[in-house]
C-alpha cells in the first residue's frame, strides 16, 4: 500500500454529484490515489486548487458558470497549474481541440475503463500526455484533410433553404436558379463541411453556428 504522502492528490470537477461519487469511489479503492476535494464548475474549480494544492485535476467540460476549457486556461495561466485530465462525454473536435489548446494534459470520455482512466492519471502526473484511443483516429484523418475554405453566400443560402426544409426544387425557386445547379451547391457544401447528406450538412452548420450572423 503506497504511503499517504507519496499518494497523487486529485481534484475532481464534474457538474454531476452522481459522476463525482463515482469516481472518488474509483479511486479511494486504489492504492497511490487520494481525493482530495471536488468542485461543480470551473469557478470552484479555482478555489478549490489554490485552496488544496493537487497533483491532477480531473476536468468536465461542459458545465454551467465557467466551463472547463475556460478553467483550464485560468489554471494554465496560474503559472504552477496542477496537470489537467478532461474527462468527459463530449468526444467532438470542436471540444477536444481547445480543450488541449487551453493546456489539458489528456482528454478521456467517461465511458473509458477504470484502468485505463487509472494509468492516463498517472501519464499525466508524470509529465506525459494522454489522448483517448477513440480520438486518436479521428483527430489524425481531420489533420489529413486538405483545407477547405467557408461557404459561400449562395452556398450558405442553399443550406438555410434546406434546413428550413425545402426541396431542391424549391430551393431552386427561391433563389431564382435551377435544380442543376442547387445540387453542385449541395456538393460544394458537402466538401467543404466533410459530410455525405443533407442532414449531417444541416447539423454541421448548426455545430459551425453558421445561420447565427447574416453573411
Same mark, same amino acid.
Given at each position: 500500500?503506497?504511503?499517504?504522502?507519496?499518494?497523487?492528490?486529485?481534484?475532481?470537477?464534474?457538474?454531476?454529484?452522481?459522476?463525482?461519487?463515482?469516481?472518488?469511489?474509483?479511486?479511494?479503492?486504489?492504492?497511490?490515489?487520494?481525493?482530495?476535494?471536488?468542485?461543480?464548475?470551473?469557478?470552484?474549480?479555482?478555489?478549490?486548487?489554490?485552496?488544496?494544492?493537487?497533483?491532477?485535476?480531473?476536468?468536465?467540460?461542459?458545465? *454551467?458558470?465557467?466551463?472547463?476549457?475556460?478553467?483550464?486556461?485560468?489554471?494554465?495561466?496560474?503559472?504552477?497549474?496542477?496537470?489537467?485530465?478532461?474527462?468527459?462525454?463530449?468526444?467532438?473536435?470542436?471540444?477536444?481541440?481547445?480543450?488541449?489548446? =487551453?493546456?489539458?494534459?489528456?482528454?478521456?470520455?467517461?465511458?473509458?475503463?477504470?484502468?485505463?482512466?487509472?494509468?492516463?492519471?498517472?501519464?499525466?502526473?508524470?509529465?506525459?500526455?494522454?489522448?483517448? *484511443?477513440?480520438?486518436?483516429?479521428?483527430?489524425?484523418?481531420?489533420?489529413?484533410?486538405?483545407?477547405?475554405?467557408?461557404?459561400?453566400?449562395?452556398?450558405?443560402?442553399?443550406?438555410?433553404?434546406?434546413?428550413?426544409?425545402?426541396?431542391?426544387?424549391?430551393? =431552386?425557386?427561391?433563389?431564382?436558379?435551377?435544380?442543376?445547379?442547387?445540387?453542385?451547391?449541395?456538393?460544394?457544401?458537402?466538401?467543404?463541411?466533410?459530410?455525405?447528406?443533407?442532414?449531417?450538412?444541416?447539423?454541421?452548420?448548426?455545430?459551425?453556428?453558421?445561420?447565427?450572423?447574416?453573411?
Amino acid at each position: 500500500m503506497t504511503a499517504a504522502g507519496d499518494a497523487i492528490r486529485l481534484l475532481i470537477v464534474d457538474d454531476h454529484p452522481i459522476v463525482r461519487e463515482g469516481l472518488r469511489a474509483a479511486f479511494g479503492h486504489e492504492p497511490g490515489f487520494a481525493v482530495v476535494g471536488e468542485a461543480g464548475d470551473g469557478a470552484e474549480a479555482l478555489v478549490q486548487v489554490a485552496r488544496l494544492g493537487p497533483d491532477v485535476v480531473l476536468m468536465d467540460l461542459r458545465m *454551467p458558470g465557467m466551463d472547463g476549457v475556460t478553467a483550464i486556461r485560468r489554471l494554465v495561466r496560474s503559472g504552477t497549474p496542477p496537470a489537467i485530465l478532461v474527462l468527459t462525454t463530449y468526444d467532438a473536435d470542436g471540444d477536444v481541440v481547445p480543450a488541449i489548446e =487551453a493546456g489539458a494534459a489528456g482528454y478521456l470520455l467517461k465511458d473509458a475503463p477504470t484502468a485505463e482512466l487509472l494509468d492516463a492519471v498517472r501519464t499525466v502526473h508524470r509529465g506525459g500526455s494522454v489522448l483517448s *484511443p477513440a480520438l486518436v483516429a479521428r483527430l489524425m484523418r481531420a489533420a489529413r484533410k486538405p483545407a477547405q475554405g467557408p461557404l459561400t453566400r449562395r452556398e450558405l443560402q442553399v443550406l438555410k433553404l434546406v434546413a428550413d426544409g425545402a426541396s431542391n426544387r424549391e430551393a =431552386a425557386a427561391a433563389l431564382f436558379i435551377s435544380e442543376a445547379s442547387i445540387k453542385t451547391h449541395l456538393a460544394h457544401i458537402y466538401n467543404k463541411l466533410g459530410v455525405r447528406d443533407r442532414a449531417a450538412a444541416v447539423g454541421e452548420a448548426y455545430r459551425r453556428d453558421l445561420f447565427s450572423t447574416d453573411r
